[in-house]
């Protein structure tokens, strides 16, 4: 099953650890067997019965719970455990089966979630069944009832299904050497590994395009030529681009004697973002391309929906991310003193609007350490859940280690990496950095709300592989 796609997804049962059944006499106790390091031994094995799946298939979780502390994780690979599903078609599955245990002339009150996380494939030939299975009567393929249980012994099975001929991709991620610094071409071929610019780009004709650009300093801002290459192909492609930023700091205006002051005072952050853009050359970039610079800081404001936000319900961004059909993150690959790492979307803490949440962002950080943020994560997912990103192409010709994102020290790694999935190539950016993904409290939590990928296994890397390019980062000091 080397290289095979897989889709993954969890089951949440409500009686997690121990549900008390109302029982005539005497009482009922229902469990789950997911409680221990092993499913429960009245789980029929994968080779009993129609308890089907293939070794390793099913493991206990400890990364969800309804109620407990754990959950079952259903993998299924392209190739397990096929059988005819009907109409010709093969399929694949992964099942559990409970056995015949008999409830007799009991009220059962039981129930469980699955938990599909973001991305899972939802096409045609693909089907997700949760069914209960009652022998000794009718077979049933829905929910259960409370009387379904009644005077019967009762098999539940879970099971997906699949056809072969709809097997999910996995995220594309490219990673490509920067020939005698020749940014262009790396940032094409980078490009060209993910599909071109035509399949990347396919259905959206408006792109804003965010670089990394913290302060006017060179030196921990993204450069200009990886920016440049980015929108000459989206032009050549016929694409309407945009550069925005909403920058942190910069001297003579927020920074006074070596100290950065945070301020929501459009006289100041105006003109500061206009200074960046001068000093950095992206006012120049501009000009020769024919392309709007966007200060995010303010200017036409709205505000929206975060559902189900870890920090904010709603944000108020600047009008023209909601107006675009795709936001492109081009961060520099730093170290962070904050967020352990700053790639594509950490990059996206720039959208926030100084006018509203301050410069530098420090009272927007203090609003979410109050509700559990770790790392910074809770404000970078509410963002990145905000907006349109669909593509991130790192800027790793010269990283930062150490104490980043503006006082560690410079690495030359010549290196171009991108992607579609956002995750996936945040992932494998900091794999080549040396840091595993729960080493970063922005990939813990994305996991946590069901993004996927899991593991970095379940990426398809093109070009450069990891290990002939990673380099171990001094790590920040985090704070």
Known sequence: MTGKRRAVFWILLAFAGCLSCVAKNPPEQLFDGFEGPTVGEFWLPGSYGSGRYASGAVTVSDRFARTGRRSVQITLHEGDIRQDGGNGKLTERAELDSGAYRLLDSDIFCGFSFLIP???PVIDDRLVIAQWKQKGGRMRHHPPTRRDFIKSATVATLGLTAGLSAAPPRPVVSIVRIPNDNTEYAVEKAIDLLGGIADVTAGKNSIL???NLVSEDPRSTTKRPVVHALA???KSAGKEVLIGEGSAAAGNFNVKNGVIY????EDILDPMQQYVFDQLGYSDLAR???IPLINLHSGDLVDVPVPNGLAHQKLTLHKSLTDVDLLC???MMKTHVLATVTLGMKNLIG???GTVYYSVRSWLHDQAAEKGSAGIAFEILDMVRANKLGLVVVDASM?????????GQLVKMDLIIAGTHPLATDMVAAKVMGFEAEEVPTFVWAQKLGMGPATISEVEIRGEKVESVQRRFVRPNVI
Request: charged letters at 25%; proline letters at 13%.
């Open 329 to 331: 993150s081009v961060p």
């Open 288 to 290: 020769s391309m024919q």
């Open 351 to 353: 959208l926030y609007p």
């Open 118 to 120: 973001r991305g899972f």
């Open 232 to 234: 000459k192909l989206m």
């Open 209 to 211: 395009l965010k670089p």
């Open 262 to 265: 945070r301020t929501r005072k």
């Open 399 to 407: 990283a930062m280690e150490g104490d980043g994102p503006s006082m």
